[in-house]
């Protein structure tokens, strides 16, 4: 499956207010930040976590690249507050529907594993409850509007995640 064009005008964007990144972000250092003044929120990382955690960082930060290029490459933007212009089913999208949030999760947790921030780690998973949820349902929804049965057969051989 190729990229696809919108059947319909639809919604003009998903509806998304708040950058799901930006969660992440916070996750982050919200935990470095906690350990910094209460040092039993960071535990101690042996060399081979950190470079474990290094290597989740560094595979996250890949795949961002790789599909914020997919979305220039569809002259689309990657902002999920913003409407898509075409339907991405090439490249990563052809393994998971959402691998721009799959990557900043590798990454998120990859900084804070090798980092040893405990608190981080405990709230990561919230967050990506969060983005499972709440961004991509409505996403989700979004998408189905505007790309209609292209998107619903899309999601017939493509997984949410992975």
């Not at 950058?19 to 060399?47: K, T």
């Not at 983005?131 to 979004?142: F, K, L, N, S, W």
């Amino acid at each position: 499956m190729s990229d696809r064009q919108p059947q319909s005008p639809g919604p003009k964007s998903p509806g998304i207010v708040f950058p799901p990144p930006l969660l992440f972000v916070l996750i982050g250092f919200g935990g470095w930040f906690a350990a910094r003044y209460y040092p039993a929120l960071r535990f101690e990382v042996p060399l081979w976590l950190q470079a474990v955690g290094t290597l989740m960082a560094f595979t996250g930060l890949g795949l961002e690249f790789w599909t914020i290029g997919l979305f220039k490459r569809a002259k689309t933007s990657a902002l999920p507050w913003q409407g898509d212009q075409a339907l991405i089913a090439t490249g990563a999208y052809k393994v998971s529907r959402n691998p721009m949030y799959a990557g900043m999760l590798l990454l998120v947790t990859g900084l804070c594993l090798g980092l040893g921030l405990t608190l981080s780690l405990i709230l990561i998973p919230f967050g990506a409850l969060i983005i499972d949820r709440v961004v991509i349902r409505a996403e989700e929804r979004y998408l189905t509007a505007r790309f209609g049965d292209a998107y619903l057969d899309y999601c017939k051989t493509v997984r949410r995640w992975l």
